[in-house]
């Protein structure tokens, strides 16, 4: 049986990752294709536990930035062995709102830490498996706060600094134009709008790998 597919779904809070993972999940089933989706930090319950320390302090202190890699990169480790390999290689189709990118976005461009080192322990942590497509919605940075802004308590990175996150929007089209793997899409639009772009290049994977088979 051929590999799965790996697409995760990046950007800044608010952009619509995960709407457009669930329309994204329903087209492809409606296609035939077995999906998997699942979101970082969580998807496993070491990670959702994870989760709650690294956005909320559940431990009653905030982790430090180097603890903060270090938990994100532990959340993956334990999603990848535990959860995308095993679809991947069952050949399902994994869907994650959020991934590696989100990791060289914030703690790279938005805590200064150093991209290189970053990449070579995410390789370590995710045995260099990497997504085959990169979705990132991009919005704007006002109408990325706007969007959140009164959903009730802010998490921890939501608190940061207007110049934080515009280091990490800034961040994530950096990524975006040194890789052919990320495409970029504008989620400033009409949902049906971006739900569409995003479809026509997860159509044109499907097609390859149709063909492929054929
Ligand atoms: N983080 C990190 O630092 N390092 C890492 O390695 C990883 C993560 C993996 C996780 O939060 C936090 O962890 C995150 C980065 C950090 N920081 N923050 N904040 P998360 O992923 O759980 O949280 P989030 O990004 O804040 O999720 P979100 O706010 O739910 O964003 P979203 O999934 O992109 O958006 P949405 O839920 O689809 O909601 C979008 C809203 O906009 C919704 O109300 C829509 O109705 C509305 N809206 C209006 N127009 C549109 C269009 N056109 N499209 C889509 N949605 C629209």
């Known amino acids: 049986m051929a590999r799965g597919r790996f697409i995760?779904?990046?950007?800044p809070e608010g952009a619509g990752k995960s709407t457009h993972l669930a329309l994204l999940a329903e087209r492809l089933r409606a296609a035939g294709v077995p999906v998997l989706t699942t979101r970082e930090p969580g998807g496993t319950r070491l990670g959702e536990a994870v989760r709650a320390l690294l956005q909320y302090d559940a431990?009653?202190?905030?982790?430090t930035p180097t603890a903060e890699l270090l938990l994100f990169l532990a959340c993956r480790a334990q999603l990848m062995d535990e959860v995308i390999r095993p679809a991947l290689e069952r050949g399902e189709w994994v869907l994650s709102d959020r991934f590696c990118d989100s990791t060289f976005a914030y703690q790279g461009y938005g805590r200064g830490m150093d991209l290189a080192e970053l990449k070579a322990l995410n390789r370590f942590a995710t045995h260099a498996w990497k997504p085959d497509l990169t979705v990132l919605l991009d919005i704007p940075e006002e109408e990325s706060r706007a969007r959140v802004a009164g959903r009730g308590r802010a998490d921890r990175f939501e608190r940061e600094q207007d110049a934080f996150h515009r280091r990490v929007a800034?961040?994530?089209?950096?990524?975006?134009?040194?890789?052919?793997r990320i495409l970029r899409i504008d989620s400033t639009g009409a949902r049906e709008e971006t739900a569409r772009a995003i479809w026509a290049a997860v159509e044109t994977l499907l097609q390859k790998e149709r063909d492929h088979d054929a």
């Not at 995760?8 to 950007?11: A, D, V």
């Not at 431990?59 to 982790?63: I, N, W």
């Open 8 to 11: 995760t779904l990046e950007g």
């Open 59 to 63: 431990a009653g202190e905030a982790p």
């Open 170 to 180: 800034e961040g994530f089209r950096a990524l975006a134009k040194g890789s052919a």
